[in-house]
């Protein structure tokens, strides 16, 4: 069945460093990419999507890229700070058009003061 | 953005009893939700998709029987773990798609203790 592949499963970083996480999804029919991010004991919260018609998108110190060839999509956070500390999950559309998702299995970051 | 509520946020109930989760899109409507369950340190995995007027879609290796889904309205769908067991401990998670777009609105959880 589908899924998606996230790497790495741990990440820490020095505060002001950048922090890359890497997803590969399996569904060819998938062409919505969200990326969320979840404090402890909380619901995930939407930081930054992108759609299979797009390569790159940018919010702030967020970014996204797609390579729908390799079916590729990464997360890149710049000059990361401390409150970024958290687990991030990307998803993928199923492409059943149904808006289901699967989800990686999640990134711990850590962000070191 | 959409605000998505989920009630209660934690419960701890005895082996064998029922409990009831409820999850409301507050300032939009949802003909589609979904539930989630989450196990310390795990990824999400999709239990149901709830619709609103017919019956939830489980997925596989999803007790139908167990985890009774209702949507009730365009804003409620509500979740009953029944003879609840301490292996139903879990966090769970409830989403919902607003408007023809993709994105998924996600409530905060619910913890979910059975003693």
């Known amino acids: 069945g589908e899924n998606v592949e996230q790497h790495p499963s741990t990440l820490s970083v020095q505060e002001g460093d950048s922090a890359v996480i890497k997803c590969t999804y399996s569904d060819s029919a998938s062409n919505y990419f969200p990326w969320y991010k979840q404090e402890l004991g909380k619901g995930p919260q939407l930081i930054i999507d992108i759609r299979s018609n797009v390569g790159e998108k940018k919010d702030q110190r967020i970014a996204v890229t797609l390579n729908k060839t390799a079916k590729h999509f990464s997360l890149h956070i710049t000059e990361t700070q401390p409150e970024d500390s958290a687990v991030y999950f990307c998803a993928a559309s199923t492409g059943s058009g149904t808006y289901k998702y699967i989800f990686g299995t999640g990134t711990r970051l850590k962000v070191l003061a | 953005g959409a605000v998505v509520s989920q009630h209660p946020s934690w419960v701890i109930c005895k082996s064998g009893t029922s409990v009831k989760i409820e999850c409301r899109s507050l300032d939009f409507q949802a003909t589609t939700m979904f539930w989630y369950r989450q196990f310390p340190k795990q990824s999400l995995m999709l239990m149901a998709t709830s619709n609103e007027g017919s019956k939830a879609t489980y997925e596989q290796g999803v007790e139908k029987d167990k985890f009774l889904i209702n949507h009730a309205s365009l804003t409620l769908s509500t979740l009953t773990v029944t003879s609840a067991h301490p292996e139903d401990s879990s966090f769970y998670i409830c989403?919902?798609?607003?408007?023809?777009?993709?994105?998924?609105?996600f409530g905060p959880g619910t913890r979910l203790t059975v003693l």
């Open positions: 989403s919902a798609p607003m408007g023809g777009g993709n994105e998924q609105f």
